[in-house]
Nanobody, 125 residues
Framework: QLQLVESGGGLVQPGGSLRLSCAASGFTLNYYSIGWFRQAPGKEREGVLCISRSASTTTYTDSVKGRFTISRDNAKNTVYLQMNNLNPEDTAIYYC????WGAGCPQTSIPYRTWGQGTQVAVSS
C-alpha cells in the first residue's frame, strides 16, 4: 500500500520556522516528484513547492519565495519542507503528494495521485 505521512506541523509565532517531513512507505520516493500543497480555512488548496526526481524544484506560489525550501533525502525516503519567517497567512493544513511525472514537476495538482493526510500549521502570536 502506497502511503505518505506528513509530520512536523504545529503552532509557531510569526517570524518562526518549522520543518515539515513527508515520509513514504510502500514505494520508493526517488522515482517520484513530490509536491507540497496547503489549504487554509475557507480557501482552495494551493500548491507550494515541488521537487522532481532529479531534485530540481518548482515554486507554485510566489508568497513563499525566499522563505520556504524543499529538499529530499532518498536514503530516508523522505521529503522536507523548510519554512522560515512564517506569517499568519501561512496557516493551513499542509499536504504532500506524489506523482510519477516525467522530467521536472507538473504545473497543476492533477497528476498527483498519492496524498498524505496532512499536518496542521498555525502561525499566531
Amino acid at each position: 500500500q502506497l502511503q505518505l505521512v506528513e509530520s512536523g506541523g504545529g503552532l509557531v509565532q510569526p517570524g518562526g520556522s518549522l520543518r515539515l517531513s513527508c515520509a513514504a512507505s510502500g514505494f520508493t520516493l526517488n522515482y517520484y516528484s513530490i509536491g507540497w500543497f496547503r489549504q487554509a480555512p475557507g480557501k482552495e488548496r494551493e500548491g507550494v513547492l515541488c521537487i522532481s526526481r532529479s531534485a530540481s524544484t518548482t515554486t507554485y506560489t510566489d508568497s513563499v519565495k525566499g522563505r520556504f525550501t524543499i529538499s529530499r533525502d532518498n536514503a530516508k525516503n523522505t521529503v522536507y519542507l523548510q519554512m522560515n519567517n512564517l506569517n499568519p497567512e501561512d496557516t493551513a493544513i499542509y499536504y504532500c503528494a506524489a506523482t510519477a511525472w516525467g522530467a521536472g514537476c507538473p504545473q497543476t495538482s492533477i497528476p498527483y495521485r498519492t496524498w498524505g493526510q496532512g499536518t496542521q500549521v498555525a502561525v499566531s502570536s
